[in-house]
């Protein structure tokens, strides 16, 4: 295997990083509704991406079976309505609260897998999705107590985890025969073409913001999106799913800490208590599955990143 330029490590901390900013940029473009900044935020990155795909692999189209387009054009839809739900939740809830909720897409995934793929539960990721559910219902409990619309914006960003779920569910057989790059420009693109849908119908304005707010569309392209989940994608050369997925448990402690600083957000005590639950039991949880695939035969994979 070669040599890395760079250390992978330096290069999660860095994704990591870039990831937890996501929330802070969204909360940053307040006054837009949330529909038109995750348009603008995959039409951007599409519009970044489509010189490279035209001149390095535009050759892979004309090999894309029609049940890869359905299927890559489905994971677009759900990647859409993954932003929708998880950016509007921003509006009602806190950055600490949505992005810890939103985190708990490997749970669903598993769920998804266990009746998609009849994966097996074993009994440590059991106990280790009710420890995550017990802090899930404990940060609910805790935001119910500030306001009813927090607790509204909780139940969008659990429904976001569940749509970055079926993304994920519906793109793992796919990415095994289309290229990383080849197959993010299609799925950029049917959820571009979806929210372009989606914000026509319910006749959203395209233009007319801020000029900060148009910054913030091209921060969301650029720093989440590549210095986040393509270095997540480069550094899999090297390290294993597992360590990724790992790492990404620190989005939301990043996010927090950037939410405080630059929003002024507080962390209240049932955050802190539920949040580390949650991420307590999301750790067990990737350390159970990923012993189980060590031992049995590989089977589909169901532990992608999050996509923030």
């Given at each position: ?106 749970i669903f995934a ?52 569940i749509m970055v779920t ?143």
């Amino acid at each position: 295997m070669d040599k890395p330029s760079f250390s992978p490590y330096f290069a999660i901390g860095i994704g990591v990083l870039s990831v937890s900013s996501a929330a802070i940029f969204v909360k940053l473009a307040n006054g837009t509704p949330p529909s038109i900044i995750a348009m603008y935020r995959l039409v951007i990155a599409v519009l970044l991406m489509l010189p490279y795909v035209v001149f390095s692999k535009r050759h892979e189209f004309k090999h894309i079976s029609k049940k890869d387009w359905i299927y890559s054009g489905l994971a677009g839809v759900f990647l859409a309505f993954h932003f929708i739900l998880w950016f509007e939740s921003l509006r009602y809830t806190s950055v600490a609260s949505s992005v810890v909720l939103v985190t708990l897409q490997p749970i669903f995934a598993f769920i998804g897998t266990y009746i998609f793929f009849k994966e097996r539960f074993t009994i440590g990721a059991l106990v280790s999705m009710l420890i995550a559910i017990t802090g899930s219902v404990l940060i609910s409990w805790g935001d119910f107590q500030i306001s009813g619309w927090a607790l509204f914006g909780d139940i969008l960003a659990l429904a976001g985890a569940i749509m970055v779920t079926g993304y994920f569910l519906l793109g793992q057989g796919i990415r095994k025969r289309l290229s990383l790059m080849t197959y993010t420009f299609i799925v950029y693109g049917a959820s571009s073409l979806t929210l372009i849908g989606y914000n026509l119908l319910l006749n959203q304005p395209f233009t007319g913001f801020p000029a900060d707010h148009w910054l913030l569309f091209l921060a969301l392209a650029i720093i989440p999106t590549f210095f986040g989940h393509t270095l997540f994608n480069w550094a899999l050369k090297w390290v294993s799913t597992s360590t990724i997925s790992a790492s990404i448990l620190f989005e939301p402690v990043g996010a927090s800490i950037l939410a405080y600083f630059i929003l002024g957000e507080q962390v209240t005590l049932t955050q802190w208590l539920g949040g580390t639950i949650i991420l307590l039991g999301l750790g067990l949880f990737i350390s159970s599955t990923s012993r189980k695939r060590r031992a049995t035969p590989p089977s589909p994979s169901h532990e992608g990143e999050g996509f923030h």
